[in-house]
């Protein structure tokens, strides 16, 4: 991820990053039953695109609770994207939550409809054609690929969640967000054997003059290489190996550290 | 989990059950740095207990998100969790923000600050002081084994957010909520070949007749064995099993299945 080609030179003006918030859907992660497995390859992705995950909100299967948390997420950021109940069961009600956030109906594609009458033919049922069910007006969003197309309504995406084919649906999201991203973040780490009470004093300070540079610090407990990782990132890399060379400049004589 | 031993014995009238919410706080988790790792073993504690984990949120490390969320998490929940945050360093910013939601200061703890001391002796920092900082009016929670307090702010517990440490903390809190919790829930599943779209319909009837067990369906779509699992949860086995035995019967005959 780091790109230091850009020290030195002049940079544009930066538009503020876009926002991003997740909403993940599933009584079984609520229970323990299955581990959530989807939010970081999620912020993996917009991470590298320049986009700011800000809030992840975990809800049970319930449309009314799912439609008041698209309503809420969808307005106070660029982007929205939902993960899992887009199957055919009982428990699968997240289109009909979105479509009711939005306040339109939930109409089936016909586009969809005929892919799954090609897939299943004869075999097909009324649970099978429940996957063509949208919210009215949805965008169908395909990449050359991925021809099984994921839902877009405005800015919020309806992404499955069986984490097998979340990460076959990211191709297809990325490609629609590449064209509108800002910059992406540069990250610098700096492996110490301090502690954070020790590494504080010096911790404010780099702060304290690099208010563009988020400086992140990570103890490790069960680790005999080092004790804290320092993590600097922003979206200049100029400024980012300012930070972490003022940090570097404010250890200890001796202090044993590794820089990446 | 499965508890057969209650089937057929009169059932007191059950309370509702308690509810739980959880807040991770963490730049790292939103920038996909690190996979949260906490809020899985939180609710798989959680649910032995009989306690219902509604919500789970994910903010960045910012006070007054932090805090706005805990006021809203800790009203409408009987429990409220927060996982991470509450380290020495600037970024550490919990222990400020459950106080400013509950509108009380942030103290020294003189028993934390006591056991500081001990542990670091001359080496003792400003920086490690910092963590016998607690929100006016704590309760310090520890267990025989596990003596370094965590901190309880009425229905409020602050957990660490590092996976090691936040794991050592919940047989404290399990000792804790042990007293006061709900039945625990019961859990039978079954596996079939069918997939979604064909078992739709006898899920529709199962769901329609047992309103007091969640059936719940999850496709797996790389594995020969079997293509869905179903679930039936409840707090009574003997429905539970016949809400799964009612599920049985409306299989094709022959169907491959297995049950558990």
């Not at 930066?14 to 918030?21: C, I, M, N, Y």
């Not at 307005?75 to 009909?96: A, K, Q």
């Not at 405005?154 to 967000?177: D, H």
Request: aromatic share 6%.
């Amino acid at each position: 991820m780091d790109r230091s080609s850009s020290r030195g030179i002049p940079q544009e003006p930066a538009e503020p990053p876009k926002t991003a918030a997740a909403l993940v859907i599933g009584d079984e992660i609520l229970s323990g039953k299955v581990e959530e497995a989807n939010v970081a390859a999620l912020a993996r992705m917009l991470r590298g695109l320049g986009v700011l995950l800000r809030r992840v909100v975990v809800v049970m299967d319930d449309v009314e609770t799912i439609a008041r948390e698209v309503r809420e997420l969808s307005r106070t950021h660029d982007w929205l994207f939902t993960s899992g109940g887009v199957g055919p069961t009982h428990d699968d009600v997240t289109v009909e939550a979105v479509a009711r956030a939005f306040g339109v109906p939930v109409v089936s594609s016909a586009e969809m409809e005929a892919m799954l009458r090609a897939h299943y033919r004869e075999r097909v049922t009324e649970g099978h054609l429940r996957m063509a069910l949208v919210p009215q007006g949805a965008a169908l969003e395909v990449t050359n690929e991925i021809t099984w197309p994921t839902i877009r309504l405005s800015n919020t995406w309806l992404l499955p969640g069986i984490p097998e084919v979340f990460r076959m649906k990211l191709p297809v999201v990325a490609t629609y967000l590449a064209a509108t991203a800002a910059p992406a973040f540069v990250s610098r780490a700096v492996y110490v054997k301090m502690d954070e009470g020790e590494l504080k004093p010096l911790l404010d300070r780099v702060v304290g003059t690099f208010p563009d540079v988020s400086v992140g610090s990570y103890p490790k407990w069960f680790d005999a290489a080092y004790k804290t990782k320092l993590t600097f990132d922003g979206r200049d890399d100029a400024r980012v190996l300012a930070a972490r060379d003022a940090f570097l400049g404010l250890l200890p004589v001796g202090e044993p550290q590794r820089t990446e």
